[in-house]
């Protein structure tokens, strides 16, 4: 019944003015939506960002640390191998 009677003057305005509050309305939930979503992304690629660094850095340190024992092992064997040879060298000179 509505439909068949003409718009009131000031009552075609005020719905037009709720129309476009409305979609104004839509329009900040589906920006604040997005931003959310961009949001969500960007905390994604910090996180793994995050764990690409720490995997690194424990890749680093336990390089550092595989190369100080090769060190420690190469310092060690020589001293061993240097000990050896004072000992062969006394037992020889004890022989003579």
């Known amino acids: 019944v509505e439909s068949l009677l003409p718009p009131v003057p000031g009552e075609e305005s ?29 905390h994604e690629n910090l996180r793994k960002s995050a764990e690409t660094y720490e995997k690194l850095v424990k890749k680093r340190v336990l390089e550092e ?16 191998i240097e000990q050896a040879q004072i000992r062969r060298k006394t037992r020889a000179e004890g022989r003579e």
Do not use: C, P, W
Not at 14 to 41: H, N
Not at 68 to 76: A, T
């Open 65 to 80: 640390e595989i190369e100080k024992r090769r060190l420690q092992n190469r310092e060690f064997l020589e001293k061993s």
């Open 14 to 42: 005020k719905t037009s003015q709720e129309e476009a509050m409305e979609k104004v309305g839509k329009a900040k939930k589906a920006v604040e939506q997005e931003r959310l979503e961009i949001m969500d992304r960007h």
